[in-house]
T-cell receptor, first 115, second 112 residues
Framework: DTGVSQNPRHKITKRGQNVTFRCDPISEHNRLYWYRQTLGQGPEFLTYFQNEAQLEKSRLLSDRFSAERPKGSFSTLEIQRTEQGDSAMYLC?????????????FGSGTQLSVL | DAKTTQPNSMESNEEEPVHLPCNHSTISGTDYIHWYRQLPSQGPEYVIHGLTSNVNNRMASLAIAEDRKSSTLILHRATLRDAAVYYCILRGYGGSQGNLIFGKGTKLSVKP
């Protein structure tokens, strides 16, 4: 168990550029979550997948954001035409649902800075 | 999901017990109480969860009030490594549980 892996750890981009983040969950975890966190705030839910199906999306996930989880393994989060307000830590988590309350395991996040 | 209320910050001395309170007066009968913590520059990590009975694990204890409208996370002997933001979260059981909704949490400082 190598934990949830996120790449890159840091990303600096110019406003208007597109960025893509990758998350590799713990193997065999069927659920994968994306959160966003700004300084001094708790993580805010963006979206989650069960296997390859995207089951829930937050209103925070504007049409510039898209997430995919092909084949139910790794996931990517793309932000198009980045804005300065997109600057945040993007966190990925995974879990295994076994019919009851599951624990989420978080990665260390990708810190995005939009200049 | 029902809301929780936590103090913004707390201080503790190293090697002393810490009691972190959480109020959740609108909790429903099927809501579990989860605690996560977030160390500086890391993602949140699971600490403990419970439904009605008090729970213990290697990290902490969870004391749940009889009416379930409040709970307390207990760190028996705080260490400097326990300095973190602690989040109390309610989560429904079964079916499509959806996501965890985090509040601002309690920032715990531990003094040597």
């Amino acid at each position: 168990d190598t934990g949830v892996s996120q790449n890159p750890r840091h990303k600096i981009t110019k406003r208007g550029q597109n960025v893509t983040f990758r998350c590799d969950p713990i193997s065999e975890h069927n659920r994968l979550y994306w959160y966003r966190q700004t300084l001094g705030q708790g993580p805010e839910f963006l979206t989650y997948f069960q296997n390859e199906a995207q089951l829930e999306k937050s209103r925070l996930l504007s049409d510039r954001f898209s997430a995919e989880r092909p084949k139910g393994s790794f996931s990517t989060l793309e932000i198009q035409r980045t804005e300065q307000g997109d600057s945040a830590m993007y966190l990925c988590a995974s879990s295994l649902t076994v019919g009851g309350n599951e624990k989420l395991f978080f990665g260390s996040g990708t810190q995005l800075s939009v200049l | 999901d029902a809301k929780t209320t936590q103090p913004n910050s707390m201080e503790s001395n190293e090697e002393e017990p810490v009691h972190l309170p959480c109020n959740h007066s609108t909790i429903s009968g099927t809501d579990y109480i989860h605690w996560y913590r977030q160390l500086p520059s890391q993602g949140p990590e699971y600490v403990i969860h419970g439904l009605t009975s008090n729970v213990n694990n290697r990290m902490a204890s969870l004391a749940i009030a009889e009416d379930r409208k409040s709970s307390t996370l207990i760190l028996h002997r705080a260490t400097l490594r326990d300095a973190a933001v602690y989040y109390c979260i309610l989560r429904g059981y079964g079916g499509s549980q959806g996501n965890l909704i985090f509040g601002k949490g309690t920032k715990l400082s531990v003094k040597p």
